[in-house]
């Protein structure tokens, strides 16, 4: 294949955040393709490479509406003007040719919320002027007549798509988040001992790890109800402007001493490395990594209906899948979960089933999937 532009669309760039880390390991697997690698971006706080063009596109905003609204139209005169080969975005911006739906669909993500509010205010959650907005630029995304492949990291979001777009199911290709199952990989015991001295947690404690920043649509509030009937302890890893009331939540049930508040963590695998399952009932994602990372190191992993991740879970096999807000389901699979993770079966399983999900296999989908546009 000839060499080709191809222009990769994403507002705000954090190496921290799961769409950029897919963004990365694309960038990183295309690299030795016949291929003109340019970022669109707002801005962008990860490594560069001298192959990659970063194209900075920071028009002046007023609000959260002027700010999705002018990005996307500087994003689209940029990208017209330079008539790249194929533009692909991550961002929901009509007229791109490859979308990435790794937010899912927002009209879900709000159903979900509304469930943790007083029916007036799930309402009002409706209503408001920026989701309309959102959900105006989904449906004129998917409308559009440049859209030739929509890429979803989950089964799930593909079928929400198709049901509520009617996008074509030919043109939407799943291809799951890359993990690299070389640098995450189950502790040493002696490893794990020496964190757990760290983290003041008991050598022969059961303990779980709850991963992500924005606790509310991750689930924190119902893993730590469904801590409390228990004797596990959690790690917290990510952050949140309302931590103090998840603290507060975790006093009322008499379990803060089994928590531990560890904030956003630039290396996350000695977390994992130190814990025996990972808990995400989070309310609605397509595909977190964190679930890979945490099956990489052996982790069963507990959760939601609503996470794309759930197509990885068997369940009692290699971890458990339940409704969000189901705090006793929840609490019966912690319980269910082997007492260490480290040579479990359970364990075994998680690790096994993520070995597939490589970057190389990453890259050749990404790969046969811009061949096939291109023709």
Known sequence: MTSFRLAIVRQKYRPDGGAERFVARAL????NQNLDLNVITREWQGETRPEWHIHLCN??????????????EAARALWQQEKFDLVQSHERIAGCDIYRAGDGVHHRWLQQRARLLPAWRGKLLFADRYHRY??????AMYAAPELKAVICNAEMIK???VADFGVPPEKITVIYNAIDSQRFVPAEEAARLALRQKLAIPATAHCLIFVGSGFERKGLAAAIEALAGTDSYLLVV?????EKRYQALAQSLGCLHRLRFLGVQQQTLPFYQAADALLLPTLYDPF?????????CGLPVITSTTCGGAEFIRQGENGFVCDALDVPALRTAIRALPASALGSEMGAAARQQIL????????????????????
Do not use: H
Request: charged content about 30%; overall charge neutral; aromatic content about 4%.
């Open 288 to 296: 977190p990594n964190v679930i890979l990372e945490a099956m990489a």
């Open 356 to 375: 597939p999900a490589t970057p190389a296999a990453l890259s050749s989908q990404l790969i046969s999937l811009y061949t096939r546009l291109l023709d």
């Open 159 to 161: 079928q929400e798509i």
């Open 59 to 72: 028009p002046r905003k007023w609000g959260r509406i002027s700010r999705e609204r002018g990005f996307a």
């Open 134 to 139: 959102v959900m105006a630029a989904e449906r």
């Open 28 to 31: 990183e697997a295309l690299e």
């Open 238 to 242: 990510g952050k949140d402007k309302d």
